[in-house]
């Protein structure tokens, strides 16, 4: 998967740079006005809304635009109302791809979800083509600092299930979805430094790309994320370093 991990990677510093700054900053308000509207303004008491607002510092959104977000979610100022759905489809290659999505028209959003899978050489699947290649799990960003052995017996401890070392971009924390806010909290207090806490789609299974596979569907990818109603996108891929280099340069 360090292909996978270093494509996420890099999304994450073209945010950092400004490439996608605006439209992060829309689908991380997005998501607290939702959680908010589902879990209420307290975040703890509203475990999805304390992931959101983690997305919310690491993006170094105001304080204030967060607050207007909560209040917006909670009734207490007027705002729009989005719903959650997720898609289905198959990318080149025959990848596996979910895409979490918060729109106020459904419609609209199918159609665009057609309309980009179709024109990258995917196909949009019915609901439940591929979600059962997927296994939900909280995952928790561990930043440079401790050796595998180390970070290993601390995560196990603290209710973990797994841990992915990532080389030069640090580890991977994986646990059970329900424990992502418990784990993470005992993780913190044995002082490791840790970055972002989320919930994510992991692939039971993968698909090793070529390069120009790994090319179209990396397009693809670029397209769905560009979507203002779209969230996250998940997909079963392997992309080799080598060849994820060679694309980049």
């Known amino acids: 998967m360090s292909?996978?991990?270093?494509?996420?990677?890099?999304?994450?510093?073209?945010?950092?740079?400004?490439?996608?700054?605006?439209r992060?900053?829309?689908?991380?308000?997005?998501?607290?006005?939702?959680?908010?509207?589902?879990?209420?303004g307290e975040p703890s008491g509203n475990a999805r809304l304390r992931v959101a607002l983690g997305l919310a510092r690491e993006a170094n959104i105001p304080k204030d635009t967060i607050e207007r977000a909560i209040k917006k979610g909670t009734g207490e100022l007027e705002g729009e109302s989005y719903e959650e759905v997720t898609?289905?489809?198959?990318?080149?290659?025959?990848?596996?791809?979910?895409v979490e999505c918060l729109t106020d028209n459904?419609?609209?959003?199918?159609?665009?979800?057609?309309?980009?899978?179709?024109?990258?050489?995917?196909?949009?699947?019915?609901?439940?083509?591929?979600?059962?290649?997927?296994?939900?799990?909280?995952?928790?960003?561990?930043?440079?600092?401790?050796t595998e052995d180390q970070l290993m017996e601390q995560a196990i401890d603290a209710g973990a299930e797994d841990v992915i070392m990532?080389?030069?971009?640090?580890?991977?924390?994986?646990?059970?979805?329900?424990?992502?806010?418990?784990?993470?909290?005992?993780?913190?207090?044995?002082?490791?430094?840790?970055g972002?806490?989320?919930?994510?789609?992991?692939?039971?299974?993968?698909?090793?790309?070529?390069?120009?596979?790994?090319k179209r569907l990396l397009k693809l990818l670029d397209a769905l994320e560009e979507n203002d109603d779209v969230q996250n996108v998940h997909g079963n891929y392997e992309i080799e370093d080598a060849v994820l280099e060679s694309l980049l340069q």
């Not at 292909?3 to 605006?22: C, E, F, L, P, Y």
């Not at 196909?123 to 939900?136: I, T």
Request: charged share 20%; with cysteine.
């Open 106 to 146: 459904r419609n609209r959003t199918a159609a665009d979800m057609r309309s980009t899978f179709n024109a990258y050489g995917g196909n949009l699947g019915a609901e439940g083509a591929v979600a059962w290649m997927f296994q939900k799990k909280g995952v928790i960003s561990v930043k440079h600092g401790p």
């Open 87 to 98: 898609y289905e489809g198959y990318g080149p290659g025959g990848v596996a791809i979910l």
């Open 24 to 40: 992060l900053y829309s689908k991380v308000i997005k998501e607290i006005t939702v959680a908010s509207r589902l879990g209420g």
């Open 196 to 214: 972002q806490q989320r919930w994510v789609f992991i692939p039971q299974n993968t698909v090793a790309l070529d390069m120009d596979t790994a």
């Open 166 to 194: 990532l080389g030069d971009e640090g580890a991977e924390v994986r646990c059970a979805a329900a424990d992502l806010h418990t784990v993470g909290s005992r993780l913190q207090e044995t002082g490791l430094p840790l």
């Open 3 to 22: 292909g996978h991990n270093r494509w996420s990677k890099i999304k994450r510093q073209k945010a950092a740079m400004g490439a996608t700054k605006g």
